[in-house]
């Protein structure tokens, strides 16, 4: 799979108003938690939603002390932890320096 240029995503994230929404698809970099398993389970089982893909409302982008850059979606397809029940949607955080940027497309940019 093509991997999308830390460059490319930099020129678009920039560009982007918070709550502009994104389709995101996304290899992390390490191999997933327990907890990140039971949170996407309603999503690929529920909603036949890949793992790897992620819908929802940009909120921020910014560079790490290691100069590598991150970005924040609130995906609704996604679950939380909330007072130790699974709540419907979640931030999710990606690092495209640790995993790999596969797609970032922007469907509606915000006003």
């Known amino acids: 799979m093509k991997r999308l240029s ?3 995503s930099l020129r678009t994230l920039t560009t982007l108003k918070e ?3 994104l ?19 309603r999503a690929v089982d529920q909603e036949g ?8 409302k940009f909120k921020r982008a910014w560079v790490t002390k290691k100069n590598e850059l991150c970005f924040t ?13 699974l ?3 979640a931030y999710r ?13 922007v469907l509606e940019r915000a006003a």
């Open 6 to 8: 830390l460059l490319d």
């Open 19 to 21: 709550n502009s929404i």
């Open 23 to 41: 389709f995101v698809s996304y290899l992390a970099g390490r191999k997933p938690k327990p907890q990140a398993i039971k949170e996407a389970q």
């Open 49 to 56: 939603i890949a793992p790897r893909h992620f819908t929802g």
């Open 73 to 85: 979606v609130w995906v609704e397809e996604r679950d939380r932890m909330q007072n130790g029940r």
């Open 87 to 89: 709540a419907p949607g």
């Open 93 to 105: 955080s990606f690092n495209p320096s640790l995993g790999q940027l596969l797609a970032l497309d």
